[in-house]
DNA sequence: CCTTGACCTTCCAGCGGGAGGAAGCCCCAT
DNA sequence: ATGGGGCTTCCTCCCGCTGGAAGGTCAAGG
C-alpha cells in the first residue's frame, strides 16, 4: 500500500502522513524504489491518530495514548487522565473565547454600523 | 520613554513591543544610544492594540482597525464588519470545541478509570 | 521507443504571535 | 572599578501541519 492509499483510507493527508512518520509514529517499510510500503497495523495506527486528533489531542497526547492503546496491560485510568487533562484544556479555551465573545458583542451591538465615525467598538479600545 | 516603561504602561511585554514595530503598528524615534524613544501617541497605540489583541483580533485586524481609529473620517460600519467578521471566527471555534467537548465528555464519563485496561475512549479511537 | 500524467521522493519555507536566549552596549550606584 | 539592570540585535523554537520546488517512478497510449 502506497501513500495515497494509506492517506484515502485513513483520511489524512498524505503530507501528514509524513509528518507522523517525521515524529515518530509509524516506521513503514520501503519498497526497492523507496516508496514507503504500509502495512494494516500501519494503516490502523494512522486512523487512531486521524480520531484522536479530532478530538483535539495534541501530537504529545497522541503519542501518550498510542503507546496506551498497544499496551495490553494498561489501566484505562491512565487514559483517563490524560483525556481528562485534555478536557480541561478544552474548557478553558471555551471559556476564554467565550468572554471574549461576550465582550465583543456587547460592543458590536452597541455600534450603529452607519456612515458615520462614532463607535463604541473603537471607543472602548481607545485609553482612558 | 524607553521600552520598558513603555511595556509596563502599555502591559504588553517589551518582546511584543519590538514585534509590533516589527509588523509596522509603531515606529517609535531612536535616542542617540540607540534606544526606543517612545512618544506618547505610540503608548496608545500600544495601549489600543493591547486591548484589541484580548479581544482576540488577528493582527492584520488590529491593522485594519488602527487605520479606522486614525482615520476620523471612517464610517462606523466599517468596524462594525471587522467585528462581526471575527465574532463569526469566535462562534465558529466555540462551536467546534462545544463539540469536541461533548464528544469528549461522553467518553470520559463511560470510562472505569482504573486498573483494567478496557477503556471505552481508547475503544471509540480505535479502527473498526 | 517516447511521451504524458499521476504518483512518489526529499528538502526547505512559512503560517501566528510571540517566547527564550546569547552576546554585547549603556548607564547608574556603590 | 564593579556589579546589576536595562537596552540592543539576532537567531532559534513552539504547534501541526501545508505549500512548493526539483526530481525519480510507473503504467498506459501512440
Excluded at 494503516?43 to 497522541?62: D, M, N
Aim: net charge neutral; charged share 30%.
Amino acid at each position: 500500500m502506497n501513500i495515497g492509499e494509506a492517506a484515502s483510507r485513513s483520511g489524512l493527508p498524505a503530507k501528514t502522513i509524513r509528518y507522523y512518520e517525521d515524529v515518530g509514529f509509524i516506521k513503514p517499510l520501503r519498497d526497492t524504489n523507496g516508496y514507503r510500503a504500509f502495512r494494516e497495523t500501519e494503516l490502523h495506527k494512522l486512523t487512531f491518530l486521524a480520531r484522536a486528533r479530532a478530538l483535539g489531542f495534541t501530537i504529545e497526547e497522541c503519542r501518550a495514548l498510542l503507546a496506551l492503546w498497544e499496551d495490553k496491560a494498561r489501566a484505562s485510568a491512565d487514559v483517563k487522565q490524560i483525556a481528562r487533562g485534555h478536557l480541561d484544556a478544552i474548557d478553558m479555551k471555551i471559556a476564554d473565547l467565550t468572554t471574549m465573545r461576550a465582550a465583543l458583542s456587547l460592543l458590536v451591538e452597541a455600534c450603529a454600523g452607519d456612515h458615520r465615525p462614532d463607535c463604541p467598538i473603537l471607543n472602548d479600545m481607545a485609553p482612558e
